[in-house]
């Protein structure tokens, strides 16, 4: 249901994806400390994690007093994320390019880390999260900055293809996602009725220099992934 991502739909990849990004530079000691950092509190909401992957937010979320229900599209992702987590998160099979089998108003965050970028059309699924926070809930979401996929585009304006080849799970593996100019990821955060509380470029944390020099170095001076944090209005 992802579309071409071996990465996530095959058993074996997504297992070593689990692995690795639970301790790599980008995913454990980037990405995922700057959300939390973002997100603050979360105990006692009702958070929806969107693209839940192997569950290392989840988990987190769970583990600070969230009641969380996760969601992937991947079937391995869903079995690892479920084996992870138990019962302390209720983990759904679902694609986001589909309505989403939640109520309308049931959610106060959703969060969505590192995988709207996999869809081409990701209107329908802002308009998904809009309809399931309640009035003046929050969207927090990660995704590639447009500056690091805009060398691998035609045309910076456009949302495009991207195909890269991933050496860091195992065997090579091609994995494609869209490049979505600035432009158009908040143009589209505000047609779906959210209002923009802020634009974040993280930087690495000195964990991310211990395990990945190199990389660190470059997120460094250029941004590797935006977090864009939203609210829908208060009714
Ligand atoms: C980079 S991983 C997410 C990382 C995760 N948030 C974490 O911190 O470990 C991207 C995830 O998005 C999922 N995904 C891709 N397309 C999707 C779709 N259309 N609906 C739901 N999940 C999707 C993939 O299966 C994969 O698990």
Redesign the pocket.
């Given at each position: 249901?992802?579309?071409p991502?071996p990465l996530?739909d095959e058993p074996e990849l997504a297992a070593a994806y689990a692995r690795v990004?639970a301790t790599n530079a980008a995913?454990a000691a980037y990405?995922?400390p700057a959300v939390r950092a973002l997100l603050g509190e979360v105990c006692g909401l009702d958070v929806l994690d969107?693209?839940?992957?192997?569950g290392?937010?989840s988990a987190w979320l769970a583990d600070h007093g969230a009641r969380v229900v996760a969601?992937?599209?991947?079937e391995a992702?869903v079995r690892l994320a479920r084996e992870r987590l138990g019962e302390q998160v209720r983990v759904l099979h679902?694609?986001?390019?589909q309505p989403l089998p939640l109520d309308d108003a049931s959610a106060d965050l959703v969060l969505s880390?590192?995988?709207l970028h996999?869809?081409e059309d990701w209107c329908a699924p802002l308009r998904e999260f809009a309809r399931v926070l309640r009035p003046g809930g929050r969207l927090v979401l990660s995704t590639h900055h447009p500056l690091m996929t805009a060398g691998d585009v035609d045309d910076y304006h456009a949302v495009r293809l991207v195909e890269e080849t991933w050496h860091g799970f195992g065997a090579p593996v091609l994995v494609t996602y869209y490049h979505r100019p600035l432009q158009r990821i908040v143009a589209d955060m505000l047609a779906a009725g959210f209002v923009l509380r802020g634009m974040h470029e993280p930087q690495p944390t000195a964990d991310a220099d211990a395990r990945d020099p190199k990389l660190a170095a470059r997120f460094r001076t250029e941004p590797g992934f935006l977090i864009v944090d939203a609210e829908t209005a208060r009714r």
């Open positions: 249901m992802s579309g991502n996530y990004s995913n990405e995922r969107a693209g839940c992957a192997a290392e937010h969601l992937d599209a991947s992702m679902a694609d986001l390019a880390s590192l995988t996999y869809l």
